[in-house]
């Protein structure tokens, strides 16, 4: 009897735990940009803007460079319906129209979280994404009003 007891209680912390880890991974987010940019903040509106490709450049005249994770990151679908207002159905018919009439292309995307750190690190001008809990590296986080 107490091994079963002992075995449940294992099982019951292994599912808490994947139940949190599985949480952070739909948890928040935090926007990057490049160590030099001057900006603390922006707004949801210039977000989902550069995302979107509506905007071209930051205040300071650098050409923005956003960069996207990829679909099998769950925190793409929350930053795709929080900031940019769409659904990831939405936003590929989106990027087909623009595409189409050759209005423009979807920001590259990134199999790694790593990459995304990366790319934002090195490019002048980069904004992307991240999950909450991990650390930007050289990046730098910027608040969203």
């Not at 989106?94 to 423009?104: L, P």
């Amino acid at each position: 009897m107490r091994r079963i007891v002992v075995g449940l209680a294992a099982l019951a912390l292994l599912v808490i735990g994947l139940a949190r880890a599985a949480h952070a991974d739909r948890g928040g987010y935090k926007i990057i940009v490049h160590p030099d940019n001057p900006a603390t903040t922006v707004s949801r509106d210039f977000v989902r803007d550069a995302f979107l490709k509506k905007a071209t450049q930051w205040s300071s005249g650098e050409t923005l460079r956003p960069i996207d994770l990829s679909t099998s990151f769950p925190i793409r679908e929350r930053f795709t319906t929080e900031i940019l207002k769409k659904t990831p159905a939405q936003l590929k018919n989106y990027w087909n129209q623009r595409i189409f009439s050759g209005k423009g292309v979807p920001p590259p995307e990134v199999d790694t979280v790593a990459e995304m750190i990366a790319y934002v690190a090195s490019e002048p001008g980069a904004i992307g994404y991240i999950p909450a809990h991990v650390d930007p590296g050289d990046a730098k986080v910027v608040e969203v009003e």
